[in-house]
Nanobody
Framework: QVQLVESGGGLVQAGDSLRLSCAVSGRTFRYYAMGWFRRPPGKEREFVAAIGWNGATTYYADSVKDRFTISRDNGRDTVYLQMDSLKPEDTAVYYC???????????????????WGQGTQVTVSS
């Protein structure tokens, strides 16, 4: 019933920016924390960012802090990932996720059972 659809990926050059979107349906969006993860080629999935239910609390992986910004619009049931100063090592399939339980806080989303989107490809050339 819960669906997450990512969009906004593409091919860019190092130093460029992209804004990813994730539209959520099938639940009351504003009650749940949200997160972004990515899977670089040849590597396992890794945490990127998370945001609390009301957008007041955010968390970032060290590799993306000061470059990426997670935000949400509870009126549009959408979470965003603004990616600036992109690097080739940011190349990955990016996924948004929401925990299956509304009691999971943003800081715990990395270890929580979650619903996942289909992913959107981000490729950053040198």
């Amino acid at each position: 019933q819960v669906q997450l659809v990512e969009s906004g990926g593409g091919l860019v050059q190092a130093g460029d920016s992209l804004r990813l979107s994730c539209a959520v349906s099938g639940r009351t969006f504003r009650y749940y924390a949200m997160g972004w993860f990515r899977r670089p080629p040849g590597k396992e999935r890794e945490f990127v960012a998370a945001i609390g239910w009301n957008g007041a609390t955010t968390y970032y992986a060290d590799s993306v802090k000061d470059r990426f910004t997670i935000s949400r619009d509870n009126g549009r049931d959408t979470v965003y990932l603004q990616m600036d100063s992109l690097k080739p090592e940011d190349t990955a399939v990016y996924y948004c996720a929401t925990p299956t339980s509304r009691f999971t806080n943003a800081q715990d989303i990395r270890a929580a059972d979650a619903y996942w989107g289909q992913g959107t490809q981000v490729t950053v050339s040198s």
